[in-house]
């Protein structure tokens, strides 16, 4: 086996979940909550100081989980369908590893035919209103994308494991994999184009780096 694993946000799809929710609440709390992200994802801050707070300001119900959902899909990169359906072909079994919410995610998923899914909970009470968050999910924390590979890893005993994603949440996975691919189709990171071993803009050109 050999795993290709993919950020979600502004790699997949041009949005970011957190604030497209964010988004749902008005302009002010999604200004906090959109800086707050550009500084976690630039490594200005942990993220782990921020996870909680964002969402305690935004209370996502379960219906605004499923918007971003479609969001997700709407936002959809280009090239991410044919380039997930080309490396599967390669022997490559893709999985998303994503500091966004797994219920969110899990539609764009499905669309690309992506089966494993590493993504924080959500949860809700029984009338859909926001219930909290899966707090000790790794990829609430720096360094939580490693040890989600970590885990992959004895889980599946890959003999390869490539990253490609966006932000430094993704870049810390470089000492953990055998390919870590930047990604600036949407954004980019100066720190991840600086550091990454290979850097594209668009995901059809992951497939050659393999």
Do not use: H
């Not at 497209?20 to 609440?25: H, Q, S």
């Not at 966006?166 to 550091?195: C, H, Q, W, Y």
């Amino acid at each position: 086996m050999k795993l290709i694993c993919f950020d979600c946000d502004s790699t997949l799809s041009s949005i970011e979940g957190i604030d497209e929710l964010a988004r749902l609440r008005g302009p002010e709390i999604c200004r906090q909550v959109v800086a707050l992200t550009e500084d976690a994802m630039n490594g200005k801050i942990r993220i782990e100081e921020i996870f909680g707070l964002r969402l305690e300001a935004i209370r996502p119900t379960r219906e605004d989980a499923a918007a971003v959902g479609r969001g997700y899909l709407g936002a959809l990169e280009p090239t991410a369908k044919a380039t997930v359906d080309a490396v599967k072909g390669l022997g490559w079994t893709p999985v998303i590893i994503s500091g966004g919410f797994r219920q969110a995610i899990r539609p764009l998923a499905d669309f690309l035919g992506i089966s494993r899914v590493e993504a924080v909970d959500l949860f809700f009470s029984a009338d859909g209103a926001y219930a909290g968050y899966d707090a000790g999910y790794p990829s609430t924390r720096s360094g939580g994308k490693v040890d989600i590979i970590e885990g992959l890893r004895s889980e599946f005993r890959p003999e390869r494991v490539v990253m490609v994603g966006d932000g430094v949440s993704d870049l810390e996975t470089l000492p953990a994999v055998d390919l870590f691919i930047g990604f600036g189709g949407f954004a980019t990171r100066e720190r991840v184009k600086r550091e990454a071993a290979a850097f594209v803009t668009t995901l059809a050109a992951v497939p050659a780096l393999l």
